[in-house]
């Protein structure tokens, strides 16, 4: 039986995907990821699955699969922040397991602003409320954002919750040619456009 790979491949520039990650992408049978990071790897010509459905879904294929095929399932980002370990890890046994890490979105992002993290609260806004959290405690937070959480409706709740006066900072679709980095006031972000792509910092 085959050990299942989970591979932090970083924000997605393959420049920015460690060798020892390549190494396990090159290596294995195939390669389980969804639509953006698979386009990463499109020139190794490896067997893929795209993961587009459930999570439950998905590791019920890779169960099987991984009967006959060394899999591994590349995760954007590193695997342990706001991904996927924790659902293999509760599934399978830790020693049916590989994780390699990677590059974290908020990693990059911190290193291209030329700002150490550590005093920030690093959070993802899935399933969260907004009002739990409290702005003034740490030097800012950091998001991940998703469909419904768009930097422009955290800057609406920014100022529906009295801090006017934060700056933000957007990350959008980083590491990728079309890479943008924006620094505004919640007045502003709040009628912005931004891609699906992007990590906020909220700073004070
Ligand atoms: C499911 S979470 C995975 C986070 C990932 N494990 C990490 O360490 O960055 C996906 C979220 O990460 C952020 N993200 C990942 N790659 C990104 C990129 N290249 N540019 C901007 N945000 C990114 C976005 O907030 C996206 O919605």
Redesign the pocket.
Known sequence: MNSITIV?I????LELVTPIALKAIEDCDLIVAGK?NLKTFEHLGKEVLEFDSGIKDMIEKVEYLRTFKKVCIA??????????LDAFISKFDESELTVIP????????FSKLKKSWKNFELL?L?GRIFDDIDFNKREGVL????KKNTPSVIATNLLENGYCNMRMII??????DD?RITISSPETIKSMEF??????VIER
């Open positions: 932090g970083g924000p997605g520039a953006r995760v954007s980002g590193d695997p342990g922040f706001y991904s996927f990677g590059i974290s979105s908020f990693q990059y992002l993802s899935h998001f991940l954002t998703d990350g959008e679709n980083l590491s990728y890479e891609s699906d792509l992007c990590v906020v």
